[in-house]
């Protein structure tokens, strides 16, 4: 029986690369399965993972589906003006 993670929170692209990459290893995915999925080459799917703000939405609800995420938006519980975001 698979174990069910906690939900994270993002704030930067950054952190979406390590969540789709750790995601896709707990899957015990390669890269090139994922690309297979979505349709994209294995060389694509591994600049994604260290390039995510290309990352098209269209790709990331695919690899999503893909690698076993689900991705729910909402707001933050605090919106500190000091706090600055890469967004």
Request: aromatic share 4%.
């Amino acid at each position: 029986m698979p174990s069910i993670l906690p939900s994270q929170s993002l704030v930067t692209a950054l952190q979406l690369g390590q969540l789709l990459k750790a995601a896709r290893k707990r899957r015990k995915l390669t890269q090139a399965a994922v690309a297979a999925r979505l349709g994209l080459s294995q060389n694509r799917v591994s600049y994604l993972e260290q390039h995510p703000d290309d990352i098209s939405f269209k790709q990331l609800l695919s690899w999503c589906a893909a690698v076993g995420l689900e991705l729910r938006l909402g707001e933050r519980a605090s919106l500190d003006p000091a706090h600055k975001t890469e967004w």
